[in-house]
């Protein structure tokens, strides 16, 4: 009989990739998260997540080949960049130690690729911007589509305040006479927008933002996504897009993009234009920029019709195999190969004070793995 219990670490160090960290009372990191640290599936080939990974790459490569790529940096982060530096609130929930993984006080499993923004942009890896992509910790419910492990990936252009209009033309607009530009890329897809460019109530524009600048970087951010979203389902006939306003503590205005595929709306990314101080406290207050955030699980079970997050950590070959043939196929439909019918197990406890749900589910894990499909209360 497993105990319920605040999980904790019992050794005084926590190894990650090699580098020894000391723990404390806020130690949460499972072992069965531990475990998989090191299997990077976006760096698989032709794993699903690597496919989905280098497409979207190969998109924002041919709209502009200057983008850096980044993919290995160590997913053990400090506090500050996983939320001081990002803006996020002091009494924010994503802090609690029920949401987020703690290696010591100081440092934690990154919750989002962004918590490398300040160190990637402070060390101008590059002059146009980066797509950076890692595997990202949450604690979270146990179903078909959450797992504590899943995959990002962030894309950041920037632009020179005072070459704006140029920049972003060369890689999203087509030059036409008398200084004019129109999109680059024709789509034959419905792209359904009420949220405009900004909102003073709602979708606001930056103090520190003139509005044409802010609109500017706004229409950018909108048409290169729409583009990538073509490039990656523009094989779906009735593929639609819309926009939705949004709010981030690191974007403003900030919008989710959904695209309606396969007779489902889905719902992409988050995106906006980036907030000025981030850039200010990095060095580049000469610049200004968008940022958006996707995840690769979410659009790889979609395109590939995958109908459980677990297969992707699945190292039998009947799963890995059914991807080789991507660079000739780019339509392939995951062929489902277990036999095995779901057994039902259930369990009683007392709920002890300060109960979280996301305590029970790491206890569920270190025990069951990934024979637990879904944990309800």
């Keep these: 009989m497993t105990s319920l219990r605040r999980f904790s670490t019992a050794a005084r160090q926590v190894s990650i990739l090699g580098r020894q960290f000391e723990t404390d009372n806020l130690t949460n990191v499972s072992e069965s998260v531990l475990t998989r640290i090191p299997r990077r599936l976006h760096k698989i080939p032709n794993h699903p997540i690597a496919i989905v990974k280098a497409r979207i790459e190969a998109y924002f490569h041919k709209t502009n080949s200057r983008y850096a790529v980044l993919d290995s940096m160590s997913p053990a982060v400090s506090v500050a960049d996983n939320f001081d530096r990002l803006l996020i609130a002091p009494d924010h929930s994503s802090r609690s130690p029920s949401d987020t993984y703690y290696i010591n006080k100081d440092t934690v499993l990154r919750c989002h690729t962004s918590a490398h923004q300040h160190e990637v942009l402070a060390s101008k890896a590059s002059d146009t911007g980066y797509l950076l992509t890692a595997d990202v910790y949450r604690r979270d419910e146990i179903d078909l589509s959450h797992y504590p492990i899943f995959h990002q990936m962030e894309g950041i252009r920037i632009f020179d305040k005072k070459s704006l209009l140029s920049e972003s033309a060369s890689d999203v607009f087509e030059p036409l006479p008398k200084g004019s530009y129109k999109f680059w890329h024709t789509m034959c897809t419905k792209v359904i927008d009420s949220t405009g460019l900004s909102n003073t109530s709602t979708n606001p524009i930056q103090p520190a933002h003139s509005q044409s600048d802010s609109e500017i970087v706004g229409a950018h951010l909108k048409r290169s996504l729409e583009g990538m979203v073509w490039e990656l389902f523009g094989h779906d006939k009735n593929l639609q897009i819309r926009w939705i306003e949004a709010f981030f503590p690191f974007t403003s205005p900030s919008w989710e993009m959904e695209v309606y595929y396969q007779g489902k709306w889905l719902e992409v990314l988050g995106c906006g ?93 270190d025990v069951a793995g990934d024979l637990a499909e879904d944990v309800a209360l």
């Excluded at 392939?332 to 095995?340: A, D, L």
């Excluded at 779901?342 to 749900?357: A, N, T």
Aim: hydrophobic residues 40%; proline residues 6%.
């Design 273 to 365: 234009v980036m907030q000025q101080k981030i850039l200010d406290d990095t060095g580049n207050s000469d610049k200004i920029g968008w940022a958006f955030g996707l995840g690769l699980e979410r659009i790889a079970m979609v395109m590939f019709g995958i109908p459980d997050i677990r297969l992707f950590w699945s190292q039998d070959p009947r799963f890995l195999s059914q991807f080789d043939s991507h660079e000739t196929k780019p339509v392939i439909t995951f062929q489902p190969y277990s036999k095995y019918p779901s057994c039902y197990k259930d369990v009683s406890f007392w709920c002890p004070d300060g109960f979280h749900d996301n305590d029970m589910f790491e206890v569920v894990r």
